[in-house]
């Protein structure tokens, strides 16, 4: 049997130094946190930019367009709003309220304002609340003063109801007055004259010119309440 020698040897291994081995691995770790420290604060500076702009851009989309209105010089110096509401006091600090649906200022004048629809809420001196209103209304504002036409209907909390065509509340005052013939009726019956006052003391209802008044009958126990009471007739 002849023995032969086995030639083929493994190559012998290299060791590397210490120190190099997985140097490549930090070199692209190193390469990674370099673009990130660049990349993440980019990334944050875009999407901070669309926080900001998104609002604006969701109003573009379902917002009105913006453009020239050819409209006329009045109609650019006429001031008009809906649902007016005009809050004050009068010379004794009570408060006053005057509403109307609409009102439009006079143009070239921050005084005089046209009412639609106006409404007017006050108190008078003897503590009584008085509710005018009418179809159309004029109301100066330095003044405090109110002019109702178109049909003038006014509501005393006494049970006094009054309807005439035309009236003027001073409502600095608390008065009022109207030289159209009046109708209306209260807790003594029915009434007709020539025109009305709110003035006196106690604001009372004060009926002038030819006036007719139409009593009511009252039972013997109910004779002498509440009759003159908040109106009397001149």
Do not use: C
């Not at 009372?204 to 009511?216: A, M, N, P, V």
């Not at 126990?221 to 109106?231: F, T």
Request: hydrophobic share 40%.
């Amino acid at each position: 049997m002849t023995l032969h020698a086995d030639t083929d040897q493994a190559p012998p291994r290299q060791h590397h130094p210490k120190g190099m081995r997985g140097s490549g691995f930090f070199a692209d770790h190193s390469r990674f946190v370099g673009i990130m420290k660049i990349a993440m604060p980019a990334a944050a500076a875009v999407l901070l930019g669309l926080v900001m702009i998104w609002p604006k851009l969701s109003q573009m989309e379902s917002g009105f367009k913006i453009g020239f209105a050819k409209l006329s010089t009045k109609a650019v110096e006429t001031l008009a709003m809906q649902n007016a509401r005009y809050f004050g006091v009068d010379d004794s600090n009570r408060p006053f309220a005057v509403t109307a649906e609409t009102a439009l200022q006079q143009p070239g004048s921050q005084d005089l304002i046209y009412l639609t629809l106006p409404k007017a809420d006050f108190t008078s001196n003897s503590g009584a609340n008085i509710v005018v209103d009418a179809q159309t209304g004029l109301y100066h504002q330095a003044a405090k003063v109110l002019d109702l036409a178109g049909g003038v209907n006014l509501f005393h909390d006494s049970g006094y109801e009054l309807h005439t065509a035309t009236a003027t509340m001073d409502l600095a005052h608390n008065t009022g007055r109207g030289t159209d013939p009046v109708e209306g009726q209260g807790p003594q019956g029915r009434i007709q004259s020539l025109g009305f006052e709110i003035t006196g003391k106690n604001h009372d209802i004060t009926f002038t010119g030819k006036s007719q008044l139409t009593l009511r009958a009252v039972s013997a126990k109910g004779a002498g309440k509440g009759q003159g009471k908040g109106a009397k007739t001149r």
